[in-house]
């Protein structure tokens, strides 16, 4: 089995910064991609930011120059460095990792249990 732990959501007011973490850990054979998704309430759940094996990265235009991924391949974790944060960041965000389990040959997406970032006017 996989498990996604995340950590790190919390209230902050705006302006302010956080910082998401999210370890991966159980039979891990390789992992493909590893990204953060949000869902705000009455909305669809989107793509916030990836990184993908080789270290490109992707962002939602709407965190572009604000919200920073890494990953720390040795831990198999991942990050997302949120600064100059706004009311409308407020969601549930969700680890996401799409990988290989030891012994088996196909990719699969996992998922975190959702961490609250709320953002205060």
């Known amino acids: 089995q996989v498990q996604l732990a995340e950590s790190g959501g919390g209230l902050v007011q705006a302006g302010g910064s956080l910082r998401l973490s999210c370890a991966a850990s159980?039979?891990?054979?390789?992992?493909?991609?590893m990204a953060w998704y949000r869902q705000a309430p009455g909305k669809q759940r989107e793509l916030v930011a990836q990184?993908?094996?080789?270290?490109?990265?992707n962002y939602a235009d709407s965190v572009k120059g604000r919200f920073t991924i890494s990953r720390d391949n040795a831990k198999n974790t991942v990050y997302l460095q949120m600064n100059s944060l706004k009311p409308e960041d407020t969601a549930v965000y969700y680890c996401?990792?799409?990988?290989?389990?030891?012994?088996?040959?196909?990719?699969?997406?996992?998922w975190g249990q959702g961490t609250q970032v709320t953002v205060s006017s």
């Open positions: 990184t993908i094996s080789g270290g490109n990265t």
């Open positions: 159980g039979s891990i054979g390789s992992i493909n991609r």
């Open positions: 996401n990792a799409y990988l290989r389990r030891t012994g088996f040959w196909q990719l699969a997406d996992y």
